[in-house]
């Protein structure tokens, strides 16, 4: 069975940093890219914030926030990391994992390339 667990939200305040875990079970990292998606407080659909291919370590970053996120992942661990820095409060949200569809060596950071169930994610909020 495929399993995500995302731990290490919390509450900081703007300029502070946070780093999310997402532990996978059910499937190898190697085989496939695995992304970081938000959905914002109100909003129904999933933002892909990040996303890594583990095979070959290409990442994707949401133009909001290159250069103070970084995506990486620990195949031993089979788990993806996401290091969250300068936080703003537009990023706050709950925060999921997913395993992506991989098409040849392509893949794209979007909700609806999601191959599993949604796991429970973990809230990030960030005040003034």
């Known amino acids: 069975e495929v399993r995500f667990v995302e731990s290490g939200g919390g509450l900081v305040q703007a300029g502070g940093s946070l780093r999310l875990s997402c532990a996978a079970s059910?499937?190898?990292?190697?085989?496939?890219?695995i992304g970081w998606f938000r959905q914002g407080p109100g909003e129904e659909e999933r933002e892909g914030v990040s996303c890594i291919g583990t095979s070959d370590g290409a990442k994707y970053y949401l133009s909001s926030v290159k250069g103070r996120f970084t995506i990486s992942s620990n195949d031993a661990k089979n788990t993806v990391y996401l290091q969250m820095d300068s936080l703003k409060p537009e990023d706050t949200g709950v925060y999921f994992c997913?395993?992506?569809?991989?098409?040849?060596?392509?893949?794209?950071?979007?909700?609806?390339?999601?191959?599993?169930?949604w796991g429970k994610g973990t809230a990030v909020t960030v005040s003034p």
């Open positions: 059910g499937f190898s990292l190697d085989d496939y890219a």
């Open positions: 997913a395993r992506l569809t991989v098409y040849h060596d392509s893949w794209y950071c979007v909700e609806n390339e999601a191959l599993d169930a």
